[in-house]
C-alpha cells in the first residue's frame, strides 16, 4: 500500500469572524495591505494579520460593501451603502480620516481605484438609480464625477492603468463597458456584448491586470472566467471551462505579478483553483469545509490568497488563508505494512518529490507518531536521499490505531506537503507447536503447544486452527485438520495418525484483530512400519 498526500498547503487557517450575514448580503469583500486584512461586514469591518489572527475591527459604520486598498498599503476606502458615502481609513491606527458623502448617489456599493482616483458602483438592487461615478483623492473634498449610462443595480467594476471596466449585474445579457480613464473624463472604448459572446449574464466579479491590458470577468453563465483583451475588446482565453468540482464560480483575482489566475467557487467539491496565467492550466486546487467563498471574495496576500467563507447552515463568516498556493507544488509518498505490534520496530519508506525538479536533494521531515488514544511524540530527525527518498523506523508502544504523519515544510520555492497514514496496532502474540521428529505409518504422533497473547494465556476454549501438509514424491497434500481448544494455561495438543509414509509438516494458526497473527509448525518423518 502507497499512501499519497497531492501538494497541499498544510498551515492553511480558517478564522471564525464571529459574525454572521444573511444570504442576500453583499458584505464579505476582502483586501489586503498594511501588514493587516480587511473584511467588509455590514455594520463593521473586521481586522486580521496577515497570518489570519484577529486583531480588531472598524464599528459603527452601515452597510459595509466594497473595499479599495492604496497600493502602498497606508489607506483603506469602503463603500457604504446604508449611508451613502464613502470612508478613507488610516490602516495603521484603524481611524477613519475623511467622509465623502454621496447622498446624490444612493448604494455605493463597489469600488475601483487607479492612482488617485476611486472609481464607485452605486445604485440600490431593481431601482435604475445606479451608475458609476469618479472621486479625484488628491483633492481636499472629492466631488463625485457621474458618467455612463444609468443601471438597474450597482455595477461591478475593475480599474488599472487607463483603464475602467464594468457592468450591471442586474441586466441579461451582461455588457462590460470599457472606458479609456488616462484624461481628465472617462472616454469609452466600446462595450463588450453579453448577446454577442454567447449570453454573458449574472456578472459576479471582475478582476484586472496591473496595466489595464486584460479584465477577467466571472459570470454566473456561463461557467467559466473569460480572459478580455480591453483595447480590441475580443475574448482572448479562458479559464476554468473544463472543470467540473468547481461548482460555480464566484470571485476571481490576479496576482500582484500577473503569473496567476484565483478562482473562488462554491457547493463543489474544489472551493479554490489557482491557474497559470498564460497558460491557462490548473496549478493548485483545495477544498474547506467552513462554507462557500462569497462573491467577489478573493485577495492575494504574497504566495498566500484570502477569502471569505460563509456557512450555509447559519451564515456565519471566516476568513480563509490558503498558504503558499502560487509556490511549486511538492509530494510525499508514503509505504506502509498493513499492521504494527506493540513493543516491535516497524520500518516505514517513502520518498519526497518537487514539482519541476528531477531530485531534490536532502531535506529534512518531521514525523509525528500519534496514537488515537494517547500523546503525540516526535521521531528523531529524518532526512531524505538526494533522490528523495527516506526510511524511518518507529516501535509503537500501545494498541489500537496509530497514526504516523511525514510532513516537509518546503521552502521558498516549494509548497509544504504531509502524508499520513493510521496503522493498527496489535498486541503480540505466539504459538509454540512440539512433538515426535518421527513416526510409524498408522501409529498416533501426539503433538502439544501453547498459546500465548501479550504475555499471557487467552482464555480457556479459545480456538486454534491446525493445518497437515503431507509431502511425497515431490507432491504435497494439504488437509485441514479438526482444531483445537486451549485449556486455562494456554495449552492444546491434538493427535493424528498417518495413514502413509512421508514428510508432514503440522501448523498452527491463531488470530486475531487485536493481536498479531500466531503461527508455529513442526515437521515429522513418517516411514512404513517394518514389523507390519
Same mark, same amino acid.
Given at each position: 500500500m502507497i499512501t499519497?498526500?497531492?501538494?497541499?498547503?498544510?498551515?492553511?487557517?480558517? *478564522?471564525?469572524? &464571529?459574525?454572521?450575514? $444573511? !444570504?442576500?448580503?453583499?458584505?464579505?469583500d476582502v483586501v489586503v495591505g498594511? @501588514?493587516?486584512? =480587511?473584511?467588509?461586514?455590514?455594520? /463593521?469591518? !473586521?481586522?486580521?494579520d496577515t497570518a489570519g489572527e484577529l486583531s480588531g475591527a472598524i464599528t459603527g459604520l452601515s452597510g459595509a460593501q466594497g473595499l479599495a486598498m492604496r497600493p502602498d498599503g497606508t489607506r483603506l476606502y469602503a463603500a457604504l451603502r446604508g449611508s451613502n458615502e464613502v470612508v478613507?481609513?488610516?490602516t495603521a491606527t484603524l481611524a477613519i480620516t475623511r467622509r465623502i458623502g454621496l447622498a446624490s448617489n444612493p448604494c455605493p456599493s463597489y469600488l475601483a481605484l487607479? @492612482?488617485?482616483?476611486?472609481?464607485? @458602483?452605486?445604485?440600490? /438592487?431593481?431601482?435604475?438609480?445606479?451608475g458609476v461615478l469618479g472621486l479625484d483623492l488628491s483633492a481636499g473634498?472629492? /466631488?463625485?464625477?457621474? =458618467? &455612463?449610462?444609468?443601471?438597474?443595480?450597482?455595477p461591478i467594476l475593475a480599474a488599472a492603468g487607463d483603464t475602467l471596466v464594468f457592468g450591471d449585474p442586474g441586466v441579461l445579457p451582461t455588457d462590460l463597458l470599457v472606458y479609456d480613464v488616462?484624461?481628465?473624463?472617462p472616454t469609452s472604448r466600446g462595450v463588450i456584448s453579453g448577446g454577442a459572446n454567447g449570453g454573458l449574464?449574472?456578472?459576479?466579479?471582475?478582476?484586472?491586470t496591473a496595466d489595464g491590458s486584460e479584465v477577467i470577468s466571472s459570470f454566473g453563465h456561463p461557467y467559466r472566467f473569460d480572459v478580455w483583451d480591453t483595447t480590441s475588446l475580443t475574448r482572448t482565453r479562458t479559464y476554468g471551462e473544463d472543470s467540473t468540482s468547481h461548482g460555480s464560480w464566484q470571485a476571481v483575482a490576479i496576482s500582484p505579478d500577473g503569473e496567476h489566475v484565483a478562482g473562488g467557487s462554491k457547493r463543489g467539491s474544489v472551493d479554490l483553483t489557482l491557474f497559470d496565467t498564460a497558460t491557462a492550466a490548473t496549478t493548485y486546487t483545495t477544498a474547506n469545509p467552513a462554507g462557500d467563498v462569497m462573491q467577489g471574495s478573493l485577495a492575494f496576500s504574497g504566495d498566500d490568497v484570502f477569502s471569505v467563507l460563509r456557512a450555509s447552515r447559519d451564515g456565519r463568516l471566516h476568513l480563509w488563508r490558503a498558504e503558499d498556493v502560487t509556490l511549486s507544488g511538492s509530494t510525499l509518498t508514503l509505504t506502509p505494512p498493513d499492521w504494527s505490534i506493540v513493543s516491535k520496530p516497524l520500518t516505514m519508506t517513502g520518498r519526497l518529490t518537487l514539482s519541476h525538479e528531477s531530485a531534490p536533494g536532502p531535506q529534512q521531515l518531521v514525523v509525528t507518531r500519534r496514537p488515537d488514544y494517547g500523546s503525540a511524540s516526535t521521531l528523531p530527525g529524518v532526512t531524505t536521499e538526494a533522490d528523495g527518498t527516506f526510511t524511518f523506523t518507529d *516501535?509503537? *508502544?500501545?494498541? $489500537? $490505531? *496509530?497514526?504516523?504523519? !511525514?510532513?516537509?515544510? @518546503?521552502d521558498s520555492l516549494h509548497r509544504a506537503s504531509t502524508v499520513s497514514v493510521n496503522i493498527w496496532t496489535r498486541l503480540p502474540a505466539s504459538l509454540t507447536l512440539t512433538g515426535p521428529a518421527e513416526g510409524l505409518v498408522g501409529s498416533p504422533l501426539r503433538l502439544t503447544g501453547t498459546l500465548t497473547t501479550d504475555g499471557q494465556a487467552p482464555p480457556a476454549g479459545t480456538p486454534v486452527s491446525v493445518q497437515r501438509i503431507l509431502t511425497k514424491d515431490g507432491e504435497t497434500v494439504t488437509t485441514d485438520l479438526p482444531g483445537v481448544a486451549t485449556a486455562d494455561d494456554g495449552s492444546f495438543g491434538f493427535t493424528d495418525t498417518p495413514a502413509e509414509a512421508g514428510r508432514y509438516r503440522y501448523t498452527v494458526q491463531w488470530g486475531d484483530t487485536h493481536f498479531e497473527p500466531a503461527e508455529a509448525g513442526h515437521e515429522v518423518t513418517v516411514q512404513e512400519d517394518a514389523g507390519r
Open positions: 499519497t498526500l497531492a501538494p497541499a498547503a498544510a498551515a492553511d487557517s480558517t *478564522t471564525d469572524l &464571529g459574525v454572521s450575514l $444573511g !444570504v442576500t448580503s453583499k458584505s464579505g498594511g @501588514g493587516k486584512v =480587511f473584511v467588509s461586514a455590514e455594520n /463593521q469591518i !473586521v481586522v486580521a478613507e481609513i488610516d487607479s @492612482g488617485d482616483r476611486l472609481w464607485v @458602483g452605486y445604485g440600490c /438592487q431593481h431601482m435604475y438609480n445606479g473634498v472629492p /466631488q463625485p464625477v457621474e =458618467f &455612463g449610462p444609468n443601471t438597474s443595480y450597482a488616462s484624461g481628465a473624463s449574464s449574472n456578472l459576479l466579479d471582475l478582476a484586472i *516501535t509503537p *508502544t500501545v494498541a $489500537g $490505531g *496509530t497514526t504516523w504523519e !511525514v510532513r516537509w515544510n @518546503g
